[in-house]
């Protein structure tokens, strides 16, 4: 059993295609966490946004560091906190500040009083503003595929990611028709997640992305701490054993689908032309889902 960062030298390169370094969890030490990850050869990191208060710092990390990935959106989670005009201020931010994707965006039917009619709602209109923009977008998906890949095939956009993903093999064939890719994180280090190891198995490379989801999720080397991208390796090694895959090639498949699904490539963060005036005062937000 690989035991990530700790089993072997590592000279690969990861790509964590979800994690929230823009929250107060790593107020303190934002610098030494993302030097750390590259030390242990994460080399790069999608951040998404998940409230309009937080875009501007979240630009802001993005421009300040190498590699660092901004995607902006609403989450469902913070259905309440949301306010009428956020939509027209995540397309204002689209088009002063194009990032890589419009999210975290979705559908959460595992909360208890998230109303499900709003959610639907606001997760419609950020698909329209993201295929008007032509961008992917990162999808939080919560006891909700079937409805989420519904609007999906009502409102295509250019594909994307669906994070944490645990639906069925069905409708891993469906998000992959649909040109997204599958995020999968820290629960796989944990032996007894067999049916989401099962899934990561019987699914093809090519559909899969590796994320931590940090400050959430942790991975089984550190329960009870702060989830970080620098416990990525450990994501990876999880995947690589379920599959009975060469890490190597895993890392190599999972960096090339990232970079491909949301055209890392192509991505400059100083695009924008100079910051919104329309976004509200506030630093990023504490709670990363």
Known sequence: MFDGVCAYNIVMELIDSHCHLDVDAFAADRRAVLARARQNSVTG????????SGWLALQA??????A????FGLHP?????HQPTDLTLLAAQLAAHRPVAVGEIGLDFYLDGLDHGRQQQLFEAQLVIARDAGLPVILHVRKSHDRVLATLKRVRVCG?????FNGSLQQASQYSELGFRLGFGGMLTFERSTRLRKLAAGLPLELLVLETDAPDMTVAQHQGERNSPEYLPYCLAALAEVRQDDPDVVARVTTANT???LSLDTYSSHQATGKSSLLPE????EEGI
């Open 68 to 71: 660092v990935y901004p995607a």
């Open 61 to 66: 990390l993005c421009d300040s560091e190498a």
């Open 45 to 52: 990191f999608v951040v998404p946004g998940i409230q309009a």
């Open 282 to 285: 506030g630093g990023p937000q």
């Open 77 to 81: 989670v913070f259905l309440e906190q």
């Open 259 to 261: 970079r491909e699904v």
């Open 160 to 164: 994307g990611i669906c994070h944490a």
